[in-house]
């Protein structure tokens, strides 16, 4: 677009574009119908219709298809939309952030975690969170996988995501850096473990106890898999499938044929938590690191900037 095309762009935009246009598209999306729309918005659809044509009319080109199984948007449509709920949620963390200083705090912070990050790294993180201009931090953690958690930091529902780097991550519009490594540890109940580090690591036997695993297709999940493929043993099916730390501590602990493989921070948190103990097995693992993924674009705020930092001295001192 010509320099002066995208002066003319902006200046119509800025003067004309509304907050309620954007969640205008946004509900037009949601519902696919503008008689739908409507009904919602409390308004008339010609009404509706009017405002998505000078919309359409502002943006210069046409923001949603019509068919016989609704509205879908073109591909003008999808980055508008994505900018839009990236505004929508930028003016919801304004309002928290205007609360936050109401209440003698600095800043909030959304940041998204995925399981087995260990709750003491995170903790020591925002602990040593030191905002420029003093007061506290207040911060709200959202858990997920990486693949969930990274389209919600490019829409500006979280300010930050710790999660995993890998190929199979999409990381457009996002940076990140690696923080650390970590190893595998297998755990079981103290009983069970010390039966098992009294002979060598055998995967055929192993395979017939009651593993405690994360869901298919997820990074852990794959390891363990390639683990017994490369022994030419078909992976164990699982009598529990989860994430949560805590539940697999208390299912170990309460199972004397219960083991599982966890990162090694992981293990050694549950080892002081909930009474498991570590098998003293090794085995090669290529599981990819913890990463710290920020958007691209522009640029971080100061607290954010502050709390990327006391997170990395924190990896370098305690891993």
């Known amino acids: 677009m010509p320099a ?14 509304k907050m309620r ?7 037009i999306r949601q519902h696919g119908s503008l008689t739908r729309v409507a009904e919602q918005m409390a308004s008339s659809q010609p009404a509706i219709t009017n405002a998505l044509a000078e919309l359409e009319s502002l943006f210069g ?10 509205m879908a948007p073109t591909a003008l449509g999808k980055l508008v939309l994505a900018r839009a ?14 609360e ?25 993180a925002i602990q040593h969170t030191l905002p420029q201009d003093g007061g506290r931090l207040t911060v709200t953690i959202h858990e997920g996988t990486s693949d969930q958690l990274l389209p919600q930091l490019r829409d500006h529902t979280l300010d930050l995501v710790i999660g995993r780097a890998s190929s199979a991550v999409d990381v457009q ?13 297998m755990i079981a109940s103290r009983r069970l473990a010390a039966q098992l580090g009294r002979s060598k690591l055998d995967w055929r036997a192993l395979v017939g106890l009651d593993w405690i695993l994360g869901a298919p297709h997820t990074p852990m999940r794959e390891q363990v898999a390639d683990l017994f493929l490369a022994a030419g043993i ?11 730390s805590k539940l697999i501590g208390e299912m170990i602990v309460g199972n004397e044929r219960a083991v599982s493989i966890v990162p090694a921070d992981i293990a050694e948190e549950l080892v002081r938590t909930a009474g498991v103990a570590i ?41």
């Open 21 to 27: 246009h954007l969640i205008l598209l946004l509900q």
């Open 100 to 124: 936050t200083a109401a209440a003698g705090h600095v800043a909030h912070l959304h940041i998204g975690v995925i399981p087995f990050v260990p709750g003491r790294l995170l903790s020591a």
């Open 173 to 185: 519009d996002v940076a990140f850096e690696v923080l650390y490594r970590q190893q595998a540890r």
């Open 279 to 319: 098998v003293p097995y090794s085995f090669e693992w290529t599981l990819p690191p913890i990463a710290l993924f920020t958007r691209t674009g522009s640029p971080p705020r100061p607290i954010e900037q502050q709390f990327a930092a006391a997170l990395r001295q924190q990896c370098q001192g305690g891993q």
């Open 61 to 70: 080109g046409t923001l949603f298809d019509r068919s016989a199984r609704g």
């Open 4 to 17: 002066n095309a995208s002066a003319e762009l902006l200046r119509r935009l800025s003067s004309r574009l």
């Open 234 to 244: 078909a992976p164990p099916s699982p009598v529990v499938e989860s994430y949560s």
């Open 85 to 98: 709920e990236a505004m929508i949620h930028d003016l919801g963390h304004l309002v928290q952030d205007m």
